[in-house]
């Protein structure tokens, strides 16, 4: 055998067999039938294909490397079962050829590599690929079942890390708040409200996962600037990944819940005001009747026993007090019509000025000269409101006051573009009210001084509270005291003519 071609076997490690162009055994190492799984018959002169049924079908394939056609032929991992260890060994097989001086004296050589190691090795290292390419895929497909879900919830969800940075946000929350796929990405959760900083953002539990609040309801405002109220749960939620744990937000939007609530809570409440104005209304009436019913009682028994020019006096008293039992009627039922029209009222533009000096002036009217009604006139202040409305305070709050004044009683109409609000004002330069009384007289649904202020302010309180107004009362010694009506003209409008 060629020197080389010993040191390279050698160098390996590898086992030989020398086969002439017949493929029959020539010469052979010492441990190459280890190889075969007939080694008896890896012997010299019998054909190499019994030991190693491998080498059948390859024999045109030999003869062209004999031939110098091609140089070499290799056969890998070829498993060879041991039938003395009953073990697997793991075998390379290189064919080639000894160099002569003819092609016809050239010789074929088997080299055989025992690679039982590395082919374990490499077995070991394709199934952790094939474990790993498995658990990636696995992962993979974990992770798009778990966007699926969370892409497909209906409440906003929020993922933020321990500082309160936005990691991930899923559609519905994006929707909720009117940002794009990468508006709020790492950008702070207290962008869409401030209170997201007073809120807890740790626990000391060593849980992995822990609530730290639920359904508080946090005023939020979206990339449109728009207001809206959410009902926000967060948990703790510790990893692997980092010490500080992640916060998960769910949200639902109780906007129009919560303003549902609103308007509820202010209808019972409205609803519990005018039960109560009822209660006390009742007893007030009763105070109010009874007193033409005693002087009616009283001015007909004196019919019984005076002279007929003296009835004269009494009838027109009795005529005096059925009027007045009349007029309380219709008061009465004009609160009964007021507190069945709580809706808005309806509206015309009207010249406010005009009317309430066309109103000034049929009360004056009625009075002769025995009291003197003061229109103070200003610019034309054109509204939009129920004329009836308006005639209904202005009547009731004079009639109020003419009852109780001796002096001449100035009326007047203003406006205030800045704050948006009509005023009726009342003004008796020599009537006072101690502070006790006009406290009592302008509480809510007080109805106690009925009987002694009369129902024109309970009437007056009623229209004001339909249309949102107030009453306001000032009075002071030696100046007088003033009546003013404010009704909001928000949604009117007002201007000159």
């Known amino acids: 055998m060629d020197s080389l071609v010993s040191s390279i076997i050698v160098s390996r490690e590898l086992e030989y067999i020398i086969l002439d162009r017949t493929l029959h055994i020539l010469e052979s190492s010492s441990n190459s039938a280890r190889f075969s799984e007939f080694p008896e018959a890896v012997t010299i002169g019998r054909d190499v294909r019994v030991g190693f049924p491998e080498l059948c079908g390859t024999e045109d394939i030999i003869e062209s490397i004999a031939r110098g056609d091609c140089q070499n032929f290799k056969l890998q991992s070829l498993a060879k079962h041991n039938p003395k ?33 590395q082919s374990s090795i490499q077995q070991k290292l394709f199934q952790k690929v094939n474990e790993s390419s498995l658990l990636e895929t696995a992962w993979s497909e974990s992770q798009a079942y778990l966007n699926k879900i969370i892409n497909s919830m209906a409440d906003a969800l929020i993922v933020t890390d321990g500082e309160g940075i936005i990691k ?34 740790s626990s000391q539990t060593s849980n992995s996962s822990v609530d730290l609040f639920r359904d508080i309801e946090i005023s939020c405002t979206t990339q449109a600037g728009k207001n809206i109220i959410v009902s926000f749960s967060c948990s703790q939620l510790k990893t692997e990944f980092s010490d500080v744990p992640d916060l998960v937000y769910l949200g639902k939007d109780i906007t129009k819940r919560v303003r549902s609530q609103a308007r509820l809570l202010k209808s019972l409440e409205k609803e519990k005001k005018l039960n109560e104005f009822k209660s006390n209304f009742v007893s007030a009436i009763s105070s109010e009747i009874r007193t033409p019913l005693n002087t009616l009682l009283l001015a007909s028994e004196l019919l019984k026993d005076i002279h007929r020019e003296e009835r004269d006096e009494i009838v027109k008293s009795i005529e005096v007090n059925v009027r007045r039992l009349a007029q309380i009627v219709e008061d009465v039922l004009t609160i009964a019509q007021t507190e069945m029209a709580t809706d808005s009222p309806g509206a015309d533009c009207v010249d406010v000025t005009r009317c309430c000096r066309e109103i000034v002036n049929q009360i004056q009217l009625g009075l002769g000269d025995s009291q003197r009604l003061k229109f103070v006139e200003t610019d034309p202040i054109e509204v939009s409101i129920d004329l009836k409305i308006v005639e209904y305070i202005l009547t009731n709050l004079i009639g109020n006051v003419i009852k109780y004044s001796l002096s001449n009683i100035e009326i007047s109409v203003k406006r205030d573009r800045f704050d948006r609000e009509l005023f009726l004002e009342v003004f008796d330069p020599d009537y006072y009210l101690p502070r006790e009384e006009r406290e009592n007289l302008l509480s809510a649904n007080n109805t106690s001084n009925l009987s002694g202020m009369g129902l024109e302010l309970a009437l007056v309180q009623k229209y004001v509270e339909i249309h949102g107004g107030r009453i306001e009362l000032e009075s002071q010694v030696g100046t007088g005291t003033v009546f003013r009506v404010v009704l909001p003209v928000s949604s009117y409008t007002i201007g000159d003519r």
Not at 85 to 112: H, N
Request: aromatic share 8%; charged share 30%; net charge negative.
């Open 85 to 117: 260890t009953a073990e697997i060994c793991y075998v390379d097989l290189y064919i080639g050829y000894v160099p002569a001086e003819t092609v016809s004296e050239r010789r074929i050589i088997l080299l055989l590599e025992d690679t039982t190691e």
């Open 168 to 201: 991930k946000i899923n559609p519905a929350a994006r929707s909720m708040f009117g940002y794009g796929e990468r508006d709020p990405i790492d950008r702070p959760i207290s962008m869409l409200s401030p209170e997201f900083d007073r809120l807890p953002k």
